[in-house]
């Protein structure tokens, strides 16, 4: 397939694990922030090829992972209303809330519905002007255009009966979080192709330089990670802290233009609650003051946050922030699968607990 | 096709920018995704879609330079590489 099979090939990635086992001169830990990454960390063994002395971190990348419990209940409470419609990406709907999760909800005859994009929630509400049609607007800079798009075009077209509950989160609060925490291991980041591909790296460029940290703009594919890894460690050794770009075929400089301009449009910077790791300020995207009608808080009355019991067992904020690896929980494949999830990071297709379940059941040799 | 798996172009619908829409294979698959933020994309073009949108088109001569990388690391190393 083109575009992919090159970028799988066996023998050009034993030559970058070749590279990055002769630069590497001692221990070192770097972190993949998307959890889309992770997946192909895993899924593909790429950490097991790498040097024992090289830790990969897994990251908070994974929107459903930290979307808080308390908005998976604000989202539940939605879904219970008789003449409302609440639609979003698969995961969310295996979430567990404080006491149930979206599909159970359905289950007892709430409207929950999986939707693919976020256009296809507003198909809905075209089509069924009787009811509220709330999306469930959960994600990173890559997904907030989509989302900010479709209430773009519900204001053009006067449709007063679709809403966003908002739940967006920005990758570069969250990676100052990380490397201002007193806890904090991460020496390199790789950067979310992505994200990147909306949103630019050139916001990455004081971060680098004000923690002294390399991070490199990485693609999905495991020619992509590996070079990712071996840029990273370059730098390192080399004692540079900048921010490279080798995922060039999808990524320019600035981004996407026309996405950032809907997105700066429609949604502005403010505090979130991430799950596991709690307030940082400016990490989350609300919607601006022309678009407040469609705050789907507000229009059901929620904005007071319904009180929530996380799982207790569940170390997810551990894992998000890359302190403990998923084989580390005590629940991890006994009484936490993704059958029956005791948290986030378990049910996501990109979540970290998933991916270990997935692929690796019992990992091996410290990564 | 959430991994940044890219797709190509095989229909573009007219209309306006925003709500352009577009075909898109994923060798086999195909799936209608919205081009508004890629105006510039063609039938025939490969892009990256996330979440139902086209993000970014992927550039051909660009695609290549993973491997000019690795063949300048080979150089590089010529000789000295031993390392298994
Ligand atoms: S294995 Fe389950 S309980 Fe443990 S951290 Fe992951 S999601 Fe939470």
């Given at each position: 397939?083109?575009?992919?099979?090159?970028?799988?090939?066996?023998?050009?990635?034993?030559?970058?694990?070749?590279?990055?086992k002769?630069?590497?001169?001692?221990?070192?830990?770097?972190?993949?922030i998307?959890?889309?990454q992770t997946?192909?960390?895993?899924?593909?063994?790429?950490?097991q090829?790498?040097p024992?002395?090289?830790t990969?971190?897994?990251?908070?990348g994974?929107?459903?992972?930290?979307?808080?419990?308390?908005?998976?209940?604000k989202?539940?409470e939605?879904?219970?209303?008789?003449?409302?419609i609440?639609?979003?990406?698969?995961?969310m709907l295996?979430?567990?809330?404080?006491?149930?999760?979206?599909?159970?909800?359905?289950?007892?005859?709430?409207?929950a519905?999986?939707?693919?994009?976020?256009?296809?929630?507003?198909?809905?509400?075209r089509?069924?002007?009787?009811?509220q049609v709330?999306?469930?607007?959960?994600?990173f800079?890559?997904t907030?255009?989509?989302?900010?798009?479709?209430?773009?075009?519900?204001?053009r077209?006067?449709?007063e009966?679709?809403?966003?509950?908002?739940?967006?989160?920005?990758?570069?609060p969250?990676m100052?979080?990380?490397?201002s925490?007193l806890?904090?291991?991460?020496?390199g980041?790789?950067?979310?192709?992505?994200?990147?591909?909306?949103?630019?790296?050139?916001?990455?460029?004081p971060?680098?330089?004000?923690y002294?940290?390399?991070?490199?703009?990485?693609?999905?594919e495991?020619?992509?990670?590996?070079?990712?890894?071996?840029?990273?460690i370059?730098?390192?050794?080399?004692?540079r802290?900048?921010?490279?770009?080798?995922?060039?075929?999808?990524?320019?400089?600035?981004g996407?233009?026309?996405?950032?301009?809907?997105?700066?449009?429609?949604f502005?910077?403010?505090p979130?609650?991430?799950?596991?790791?709690?307030e940082?300020?400016?990490?989350?995207?609300?919607?601006t003051e022309?678009?407040?009608?469609?705050?789907?808080?507000?229009?059901?009355?929620?904005?007071?946050a319904?009180?929530?019991?996380?799982?207790?067992e569940?170390i997810?904020?551990?894992?998000?922030?890359?302190?403990k690896?998923?084989?580390?929980?005590?629940?991890?494949?006994?009484?936490?699968?993704?059958?029956q999830?005791?948290?986030a990071?378990?049910?996501s297709?990109?979540?970290a607990?998933?991916?270990?379940?997935?692929?690796r059941?019992?990992?091996?040799k410290?990564? | 096709?959430c991994?940044?798996i890219?797709?190509?172009i095989?229909s573009?619908?007219?209309?306006?920018d925003?709500?352009?829409?577009?075909?898109?294979?994923?060798?086999?698959?195909?799936?209608?995704?919205?081009l508004a933020?890629?105006?510039?994309a063609?039938?025939?073009?490969?892009?990256?879609?996330?979440a139902?949108?086209?993000?970014?088109?992927?550039?051909?001569?660009e695609?290549?330079?993973?491997?000019?990388?690795?063949?300048?690391?080979?150089?590089?190393?010529?000789?000295s590489?031993?390392?298994s």
């Amino acid at each position: 397939m083109k575009f992919v099979d090159e970028y799988r090939d066996p023998a050009a990635a034993r030559h970058f694990v070749r590279a990055i086992k002769s630069t590497l001169t001692r221990p070192r830990s770097i972190m993949e922030i998307c959890g889309g990454q992770t997946h192909a960390i895993v899924k593909f063994g790429l950490d097991q090829l790498l040097p024992s002395s090289l830790t990969l971190v897994h990251g908070p990348g994974c929107p459903v992972c930290v979307t808080p419990v308390e908005m998976i209940n604000k989202a539940i409470e939605i879904a219970l209303q008789p003449d409302a419609i609440l639609c979003s990406f698969g995961d969310m709907l295996r979430v567990p809330g404080s006491q149930r999760d979206l599909f159970s909800v359905k289950a007892q005859g709430g409207d929950a519905r999986i939707v693919y994009s976020p256009l296809d929630a507003l198909k809905i509400a075209r089509a069924n002007p009787n009811k509220q049609v709330v999306f469930f607007a959960v994600g990173f800079e890559t997904t907030a255009p989509n989302n900010a798009m479709a209430v773009y075009q519900a204001k053009r077209e006067n449709l007063e009966n679709f809403s966003l509950l908002v739940a967006h989160v920005c990758v570069p609060p969250a990676m100052e979080a990380i490397l201002s925490s007193l806890d904090n291991q991460v020496e390199g980041f790789l950067a979310a192709g992505h994200v990147c591909a909306v949103m630019g790296y050139r916001e990455y460029e004081p971060i680098a330089q004000k923690y002294h940290t390399p991070i490199v703009v990485t693609g999905f594919e495991p020619l992509d990670i590996l070079q990712g890894i071996a840029l990273c460690i370059k730098q390192l050794e080399e004692g540079r802290a900048e921010v490279e770009n080798p995922y060039v075929r999808a990524v320019r400089p600035d981004g996407n233009l026309a996405a950032k301009k809907i997105l700066a449009q429609v949604f502005c910077p403010g505090p979130r609650v991430w799950r596991g790791i709690g307030e940082i300020p400016d990490s989350g995207l609300h919607l601006t003051e022309e678009y407040s009608f469609f705050d789907a808080e507000m229009r059901f009355g929620l904005a007071e946050a319904l009180r929530a019991n996380a799982a207790s067992e569940c170390i997810s904020g551990s894992i998000l922030r890359g302190i403990k690896k998923p084989h580390e929980c005590p629940a991890f494949g006994v009484r936490c699968t993704p059958e029956q999830p005791l948290g986030a990071p378990m049910v996501s297709n990109e979540g970290a607990c998933a991916a270990y379940y997935r692929y690796r059941r019992h990992a091996t040799k410290g990564n | 096709m959430c991994l940044g798996i890219p797709g190509k172009i095989v229909s573009v619908t007219d209309g306006e920018d925003i709500y352009r829409m577009g075909t898109i294979d994923f060798s086999g698959v195909r799936k209608e995704i919205s081009l508004a933020y890629v105006p510039e994309a063609q039938v025939g073009d490969y892009v990256v879609v996330h979440a139902g949108f086209a993000i970014s088109v992927v550039d051909e001569e660009e695609a290549n330079q993973v491997f000019e990388y690795l063949k300048e690391m080979e150089e590089l190393a010529s000789g000295s590489d031993t390392v298994s």
